[in-house]
């Protein structure tokens, strides 16, 4: 099996949940990108397709000293022990070694879901249902993302398509490396408060780097030694003290199915 | 009787071989006919002298074009050049009404699999014949042999049903693309070539 250490780049995000105002366009832009459809009408909260959901908290106040912040949680793309890789037994997981992205195969799966019970963030999605578009929206779907079918898991890979197309931009100038400006997931791009920041954390001229570097910077469950890719950003005591506990509460409204 | 005895086994081995190598692949495949005959050679070098780039362009932005649409055919093709039913038939069904070749592509690989051409044919320089064989310069086309189970093209697999393959171009399953991969030393992960 693969590993990590030889990486040549490490992707990673950093969302500023200050800045989150729970809007779900990055919910909204990472569905349309990877041509995940719209729930239908007997979707639950466990069984709809997020890659990118967005979960509320509070700091348990009650009115009207309560304060809730938002957080957007994906992939976290474990760097270390990745679980869901650990206990795949169909090796349709895998760690980029070249970019870090945790990749999910779906046609290599046989959807035991055993990855969704290892996975410390519920970032995994399966397939209940095969994909049913409603009639027009079919024709909008995106030819470089294939549509998974029943019975897999799928999850966030960073939009590894958009990496796959800034490569063909580099190799077409004969460049051997990709320019940055080329390779910016959905979600990033249409965050309107520009909350989060996506880069190579092993660049240190990065921003991202910069940003998993400050002060403000934590990430979910890091006891666990999992070492996420995915940084997390508050001023706010309280929003970073969540980071060891699971996130009690989801907020109906922003959660698709 | 012993002799009857004893060809009855080999007549099953002999029946078993033919179902599996002569009657299976026949079942496996359908085939079916192009749309139209396109003649590579008629347009390229001595003929209309058009190279590969002019209708198979790599874009600015690394974008394979594919297969070129019919408003390019129609430059040359809005009435007929030569005198062949064929080409008849091509302008008057597609041209002049300005309808798309459903050319069925040999090479298609499932939806699943990502195959960049910039990256082969700029960085690599890997001619168009090390994976198509001399498809750019036939003057006809063969008919297309279509999977009945999977639904992929008779290409993919190849010609041998053994899979042994005779040509470099014969078969372009994963293993196909592994095996070129690792002679030039290059190791992609799985979403390298999955989409």
Not at chain 1, 68 to 77: E, G, K, N, R
Not at chain 2, 124 to 151: Q, V
Not at chain 2, 163 to 168: L, N
Request: hydrophobic share 35%.
């Amino acid at each position: 099996m693969r590993t990590v250490t030889t990486a040549r780049s490490r992707y990673g995000m950093v969302i500023d949940l200050d800045r989150c105002t729970g809007c779900g366009s990055c919910t909204v832009a990472c569905s349309v990108e990877n041509n995940i459809p719209p729930g239908t009408e007997n979707v639950t909260e466990r069984t709809g397709i997020t890659w990118m959901r967005v979960y509320e908290a509070d700091d348990g106040k009650s009115f009207p000293d309560t304060h809730s912040v938002f957080v957007p949680i994906m992939c976290q793309q474990c760097g270390n022990e990745t679980p869901c890789m650990s206990v795949c037994p169909q090796n349709a997981v895998e760690v980029d070694p070249a970019t870090g992205i945790v990749g999910q195969i779906p046609e290599r799966c046989l959807g035991c879901r055993y990855c969704m019970a290892a996975c410390p963030y519920h970032a995994r999605y399966f397939n209940w249902w095969d994909p049913k578009w409603p009639a027009g929206m079919e024709a909008a779907m995106n030819p470089d993302v294939a549509p998974r079918m029943r019975g897999v898991v799928e999850k966030c890979n960073f939009c590894q398509s958009r990496l796959h197309t800034a490569r063909e931009r580099a190799a077409s100038t004969g460049r051997t490396a990709i320019d940055p400006a080329d390779y910016v997931p959905a979600c990033v791009e249409a965050c309107p408060q520009r909350a989060i920041t996506f880069g190579d954390l092993d660049d240190s001229d990065s921003f991202v780097a910069a940003l998993a570097a400050g002060d403000r910077a934590f990430r979910f469950l890091s006891r666990i030694g999992t070492e996420p890719k995915v940084w997390y950003l508050s001023s706010r005591e309280w929003v970073r003290n969540l980071s060891d506990r699971v996130v009690a509460r989801t907020r109906k409204e922003n959660v698709r199915g | 009787m012993t002799i009857t005895r004893s060809l009855v086994p080999i007549a099953g081995l002999a029946t078993g071989l033919f179902a599996g190598w002569v009657v299976f692949p026949t079942v496996l495949y359908t085939t079916v006919d192009q749309p139209v005959q396109f003649n590579h050679a008629a347009h390229t070098g001595n003929g209309a002298g058009m190279s590969c780039q002019d209708c198979h362009a790599l874009g600015q932005d690394g974008r394979f074009a594919g297969i070129p649409g019919i408003h390019q055919c129609a430059e040359c093709h809005e009435e007929p050049i030569g005198s062949s039913e064929n080409e008849r038939r091509f302008v008057e069904e597609y041209v002049q009404q300005n309808r798309e070749v459903p050319w069925l592509v040999y090479a298609r690989q499932p939806d699943n699999a990502y195959f960049p051409h910039v990256v082969h044919v700029h960085k690599a320089k890997l001619a168009c014949e090390t994976c198509h064989g001399k498809h750019g310069s036939s003057s006809g086309l063969r008919p297309y042999e279509m999977n009945r189970i999977s639904g992929y093209s008779r290409d993919i697999w190849g010609s041998s049903i053994a899979g042994i393959k005779s040509q470099a171009w014969d078969g372009m399953k994963m293993d196909d693309c592994i095996s070129c991969h690792s002679v030039h030393n290059n190791d992609r992960a799985c979403i390298d070539c999955h989409k």
